[in-house]
Nanobody, 126 residues
Framework: QVQLTESGGGSVQAGGSLRLSCAASGCTDRWYNRAWFRQAPGNEREGIAVFERDDDTSYAGSVKGRFTISVEKAKSLLYLQMNTLKPEDSAMYYC????????????????????WGQGTQVTVSS
């Protein structure tokens, strides 16, 4: 049984930083990439950062240059370092993983991912 568990969310003032973590258990050796998504009330789930199995990364334009995705492979940990946070970054943040090869719609689309965590809330005040 694959399980993903996020942590590290919280409340911070604009301009501040947070680091999210996602611990994985289960068949992690089958995963090809892992990603972070976020969802604010009334909005669709937005893909923001992807870590590919070949260590390539990609980001949504809204977070590029401010957020960094990384993996600690030995511990099956996925991180999201978030700097220069803005109020519009407030959302529930989810980690996700997939075991498929190739994409139908792209690496930042939620439909591409098989496994999800329960989310961790990030609130940025102005």
């Amino acid at each position: 049984q694959v399980q993903l568990t996020e942590s590290g969310g919280g409340s911070v003032q604009a301009g501040g930083s947070l680091r999210l973590s996602c611990a994985a258990s289960g068949c992690t050796d089958r995963w090809y990439n892992r990603a972070w998504f976020r969802q604010a009330p009334g909005n669709e789930r937005e893909g923001i950062a992807v870590f590919e199995r070949d260590d390539d990364t990609s980001y949504a334009g809204s977070v590029k240059g401010r957020f960094t995705i990384s993996v600690e492979k030995a511990k099956s940990l996925l991180y999201l370092q978030m700097n220069t946070l803005k109020p519009e970054d407030s959302a529930m943040y989810y980690c996700a993983a997939r075991s498929s090869v190739g994409y139908l719609e792209g690496p930042l689309r939620a439909s591409e991912y098989d496994f999800w965590g329960q989310g961790t809330q990030v609130t940025v005040s102005s």
